[in-house]
């Protein structure tokens, strides 16, 4: 599968943003999705995931504020971020996989397929 990631730009502290990521491929209601982001000189962090079977998980610093969804017929999975703060400055990947297990689901090694990635900065 080949993801596209779009939707970043730059938005003020307390703004919202929806990315979406467009997969490629039949299949797509089959796989298991992802968010992650990265910040400059910091490591790969998991945002949210959203299960093919619709479970959803988030990482603790989005709770509340940020909503992963899918839409099978569109082969697209999105990200509402809401109430958004600098520290969400990041550039944000989508990723997937088959059948993920649950407990390595926040490890970016547990995908097999990225998109290239898109820059959300928020200003103060």
């Known amino acids: 599968v080949q993801l596209q990631a779009s939707g970043g730009g730059l938005v003020q502290a307390g703004g919202s943003l929806r990315l979406s990521c467009a997969a490629s491929?039949?299949?797509?209601?089959?796989?298991?999705m992802a968010w992650f982001r990265q910040a400059p000189g910091k490591e790969r962090e998991f945002v949210a995931a959203?299960?093919?079977?619709?479970?959803?998980y988030y990482a603790d610093s989005v709770k509340g504020r940020f909503t992963i969804s899918r839409d099978n017929a569109k082969n697209t999975v999105y990200l509402q971020m809401n109430s958004l703060k600098p520290e969400d400055t990041a550039v944000y990947y989508c990723?997937?996989?088959?059948?993920?297990?649950?407990?390595?689901?926040?490890?970016?090694?547990?995908?097999?397929?990225w998109g290239q990635g898109t820059l959300v900065t928020v200003s103060s």
């Open positions: 491929g039949r299949t797509f209601s089959g796989y298991d």
């Open positions: 990723a997937a996989d088959l059948r993920l297990i649950v407990s390595m689901i926040r490890l970016p090694s547990t995908y097999d397929y």
């Open positions: 959203i299960r093919s079977s619709g479970s959803t």
